[in-house]
């Protein structure tokens, strides 16, 4: 009889990830927890049920651009994957965005946002970007904006209809650079009462959105990120045509193919100044602290859905006359994987905690300060265990994980833009500096770090806790040196605190864990990251520029 290997399966996505249950029992009150746990439930199911299968009959579609119609007229239209028009429908019924705005569970609202986006995401193709870019939109308006702006626009960038709900894009990146966006060549020229935007944006994720946050240089500014303003854009006349904006190219890129990312012309597009005429910059920062932190929550929701089918695959494979999981390197290996996302995902949901508690006026000033380095701590450390544990789950399923019909390859070609967009490692690294070098922020991370590991009470978790303390004296050591070597070393600084951070809030939860009588696989997963290694400052130092400029010239 000829042998055909079971495919792996997937139960419910809420039931079966006990540390996103333990994590919101441990930070919910009950009443809170009780009344949302049928929703999630409920989610769950639709996440790795009717939603993944309609994921994988989809797997080959891919947005397409319709840039004229039957009769010559330029129309600019994307037509969107059947994924994207469910997901469009389940993240405003189940207010992915409204959640957090609604507040029904005050500062912990974020708690219940991003575990709804946490259970979906790894099957709505990565719909959590234009749901991400909409969320910070809505907090920007909310921050900043006019009246007028905020009454037309708020109201649909949070609603739960699915046929007033709007979208909103980010458009920042010129062909001049994406980081740097000082040297942003878009102009704004005054038309009446408002202003008219004059550029190219080559890179816009949520082409097919309502509306836009956009940076241009109105006429006369002088040069560099001073000079910037942010605008609002519609997309679309009310008659439907495009506002002044063209459609040149749909981007082929490596990974998150069903996102309609897209070249833009603006011709003319009609605009209102969000937050005056300069410093649009800074205006865009309450736009990056949540796009950040989706980011980070999204790069965890991978890392469980990969470990989730390499598991459940591990135990139907069998080689060497028993399943995969019997194989002692083999679940060795798992488990190394699992304590990396059990680290990131407290990691993340703390940022979003803050987050959250930020927006409530909750907030201490200690609190403050750590969100200001916690939001790309907690980016770039996840981004970065994202692209690796994905890559092992591919390895764990041998040739069928590179084979794109079983669906494993485009978890982990999704997964390499985490590291990028919202800002790369090395820009997000010396932001973490930058945010460090500010008033109280080494002492509120200390503290953070220090109070989770107090704590800790089990003789087991000792070794999670030394590491945990010799980490924060060589990063404190690091940033004291200051300097070109601070900077060089920004990213294994920024890298040894994320993990030294995530390392301490899982000791912490561990704790909880036995405590509350929840079991000892948060205590192995702690033992086990520790094991890995959090400090990073040793595996190298500032480059040096002789041998740099001797290489140059061979």
Known sequence: MDFFQDPPSLGNAWTDDPLLREHLARLLPPE???????????????????????????????PALVQWDAWGRRVDRIALTAVWREAARLAARHGLVAVAYERRLGARSRLHQMALVHLLEPSMDTYACPLAMTDGAARTLLDLA??????????????RDPARAWTSGQWMT???GGSDVSRTETVARRDGDGWRLHGTKWFSSASTAEMALALARPEGNPPGSRGLALFYVETRDADGTPNGILVNRLKEKLGTRKLPTAELTLDGARALPVAGLTDGVRAVAPMLNVTRTWNAVVAVSYMARGLALARDYARRRSAFGAPLLEKPLHADTLAALEAEREAGFLLAFRAAALVGAAEAGEATAGE????RVVTPLAKLTTGKQAVAVLSEVVEAFGGAGYVEDTGIPRLLRDAQVLPIWEGTTNVLS??????????????AVAGEVRGALAATREPALRPAVEACEVALGRVRAALGAGGAGAEADARRIALTLGRTLALALLAAHAQWCLDAGRGRRALAAARRFARAGVDLLDTGGPPDESALLARAGE
Not at 368 to 371: K, N, Q, S, T
Not at 430 to 443: C, K, Q, V
């Open 146 to 159: 006019p009246a007028g702006i905020v009454e037309r626009a708020v109201p649909r960038l949070t609603s």
């Open 174 to 176: 010129e062909r001049t």
């Open 32 to 62: 809170a927890l009780a009344s949302i746990t049928p929703e999630l439930e409920e989610v769950g199911g639709i996440a790795t049920g009717p939603l993944l299968a309609l994921q994988t009959e989809d797997r080959n579609a891919e």
């Open 430 to 443: 010396l932001e973490a500096l930058r945010a460090l070098a500010t008033e109280g922020a080494p002492e």
């Open 368 to 371: 403050r300060a750590l969100l």
